[in-house]
C-alpha cells in the first residue's frame, strides 16, 4: 500500500506537465539548411555550386590537370562549363595565379582540348585550324 500512495506522488508531482514528445520544428529547419559548396569561376568571377564548375587541378606533384571527377588531391581552381571562360588568355594567367603553379604545355594541351570541345558544342569546328599568336 505504501507503495501505490508513492506512485500516486509521483503523479501528483507539479514538475509534470503531461506535455507530449518535443515538437520537431527545430530539427526540421536544421535539415533544411542544406550546406552547398560554393566556388568562383577564376575567369568571370561567378560564383556557382561546385558540382556546376569544371576543377583545374594542381596535383601534389606540381602538374596541372583538368579534373572532370572534382576528387583529385590538391590545390584547385575552378571555370565555368562555358566556351568563354575557356579563352585560355584570359583563363590561363589566372589559373597560374590561383593555382599557384605553371600550366606547361601538356596542361596547356587538355585545357585546349577541353575549350574546344565546349565550342564545338556551339558550333561545328572547321577542318583546318588557323595558327594564331
Ligand atoms: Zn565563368
Redesign the pocket.
Known amino acids: 500500500m505504501l507503495e501505490l500512495e508513492g506512485c500516486i506522488l509521483i503523479y501528483d508531482d507539479p514538475c509534470y506537465n503531461g506535455a507530449g514528445p518535443k515538437s520537431n520544428n527545430e530539427v526540421n529547419l536544421a535539415m533544411a539548411k542544406k550546406h552547398v559548396p560554393v566556388r568562383t ?6 560564383s ?1 555550386p561546385k558540382r556546376e ?1 569544371i576543377r583545374i587541378v594542381r596535383t601534389p606533384e606540381g602538374q596541372v590537370e583538368l579534373d572532370l571527377t572534382g576528387k583529385k588531391p590538391g590545390r584547385g581552381a ?3 562549363p ?1 566556351a ?2 575557356w579563352d585560355l588568355k584570359v583563363a590561363i594567367p589566372r589559373l597560374q595565379r590561383s593555382l599557384r603553379a605553371t600550366i606547361d604545355e601538356t596542361a596547356r594541351a587538355s585545357l585546349e582540348a577541353y575549350a574546344q570541345s565546349l565550342r564545338g558544342a556551339n558550333a561545328p569546328q572547321p577542318a583546318t585550324v588557323e595558327e594564331t599568336s
Open positions: 569561376c577564376v575567369a568571370c568571377g561567378t556557382r564548375l575552378y571555370l565555368c562555358r568563354e571562360c
